[in-house]
């Protein structure tokens, strides 16, 4: 049995969750106020999730999910993350998050700065472009003519096969978008972005071609 571990079990934590319980998986969970106040989300998701700390849930998963805002991404368990397919559900939000410099000026994207934090990891963007409650009920069969895309970016082409064979279980199409470098065509503001939730391949291929930098500090969302 394949486990995940799930660091922040809030809105896109616990989708992610049931969706992979629903296709076999073990989960282990965790946020920041520690296990015990996971029990009743544990007790709805069943015998195949546990709660554990961030540290613990790291180490349980063959692979883990962090689906907790940047800001915070100094807290992620670096040394149980190692050597691990980590995907990254971030985006980034400056009315969330505040400014983060190096992404407003478009020298990094969200997730290099998560690669970066995580060393020894592979991490990967998935999950971005899609509200946490559709996660569980938007996926539809291969082939579907309006089954949705969504964007996944690594470094790794191992974490990017891992996230797509994921994304087709949970019944959505995967568009390439790597290296990391690059996931700023899908970042907010983006056409990419202004399509969320409505994309098949084809149209998240043609939004992620139409991108255009936004390099300077101005209100606008990017990631
Ligand atoms: N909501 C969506 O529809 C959606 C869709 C796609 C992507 N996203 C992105 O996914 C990320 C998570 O969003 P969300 O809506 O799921 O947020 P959320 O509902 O606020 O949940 C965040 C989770 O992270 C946990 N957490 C915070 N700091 C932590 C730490 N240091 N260690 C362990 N856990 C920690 C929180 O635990 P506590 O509750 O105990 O503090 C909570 O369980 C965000 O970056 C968001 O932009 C969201």
């Known amino acids: 049995m394949t486990v995940i571990g799930i660091i922040g079990a809030g809105e896109v934590g616990s989708q992610i969750a049931r969706a992979a319980i629903a296709n076999g998986y073990e989960v282990v969970l965790a946020n920041s106020r520690g296990p015990e106040t996971l029990r ?23 692979f883990a ?50 690669q970066e934090h995580l060393p020894r990891s592979m991490v990967v963007q998935a999950f971005t472009h899609i509200q946490a409650p559709r996660i569980t009920t938007a996926g539809r069969p291969a082939g579907h003519p309006r089954r949705l895309a969504l964007p996944v970016s690594s470094d790794f082409p191992g974490a990017v096969k891992l996230v797509t064979r994921l994304y087709d279980r949970f019944g959505f199409d995967a568009v390439d978008n790597s290296p990391l470098s690059e996931a700023w065509r899908s970042a907010p503001g983006q056409p990419a972005w202004d399509a969320l939730q409505h994309q098949t391949r084809d149209e998240l291929i043609a939004n992620l071609t139409r991108a255009r930098r936004i390099t300077t500090t101005g209100g606008r969302d990017r990631g």
Do not use: C, F
């Not at 069943?46 to 961030?54: C, D, I, K, N």
């Open 40 to 62: 009743n989300l544990v007790d709805e998701l069943g015998p195949a999730a546990r709660a554990a700390t961030a540290a613990t849930a790291a180490a349980a998963g063959d």
């Open 65 to 114: 999910v962090v689906a907790v805002p940047l800001k915070v991404v100094k807290d992620m368990p670096a040394a149980e993350l190692a050597g691990k397919i980590v995907l990254d559900t971030n985006n980034y939000m400056i009315w969330r998050d505040g400014h983060i410099p190096v992404i407003d000026s478009g020298e990094k994207t969200v997730y290099e700065l998560r």
